[in-house]
């Protein structure tokens, strides 16, 4: 059983950064699909950034192109978010997601994901 355990939020001023981590078990995540996803309160689950470690694509909603930037680490199983100059509307729960492979638009979907994690705050101070 797939199990993904998010880490690395919290509170960061206008235009700090955070890394966070999500720790993959059950599962090796350069077989799937990785994304992130972020939920603000009273706001759909939407999209952040995905990576498909075969052929090496990561894609970014653009609302944070530019400035966050997602890896991992395949010996650790576990794949990152890099976000750097943070703005207050970035504050949300932030989960990672793995997802079976499939088309490049298909991974800015969350109905494409099949395995959660149970989020990290991410809040951003003006």
């Known amino acids: 059983q797939v199990q993904l355990e998010e880490s690395g939020g919290g509170l960061v001023q206008t235009g700090g950064s955070l890394r966070l981590s999500c720790v993959v078990s059950?599962?090796?995540?350069?077989?799937?699909?990785m994304g992130w996803f972020r939920q603000a309160p009273g706001n759909e689950r939407e999209f952040v950034a995905a990576i498909r470690w075969s052929g090496r694509v990561t894609l970014y909603a653009d609302a944070v192109r530019g400035r966050f930037s997602m890896s991992g680490d395949s010996g650790k199983n576990t794949v990152y978010l890099q976000m750097n100059d943070l703005k207050p509307e970035d504050t949300a729960v932030y989960y990672c997601?793995?997802?079976?492979?499939?088309?490049?638009?298909?991974?800015?979907?969350?109905?494409?994901?099949?395995?959660w994690g149970q989020g990290t705050q991410v809040t951003v101070s003006s």
């Open positions: 997601a793995t997802a079976p492979f499939g088309r490049d638009s298909d991974y800015r979907s969350r109905n494409h994901y099949n395995a």
């Open positions: 059950g599962r090796t995540f350069n077989n799937y699909v």
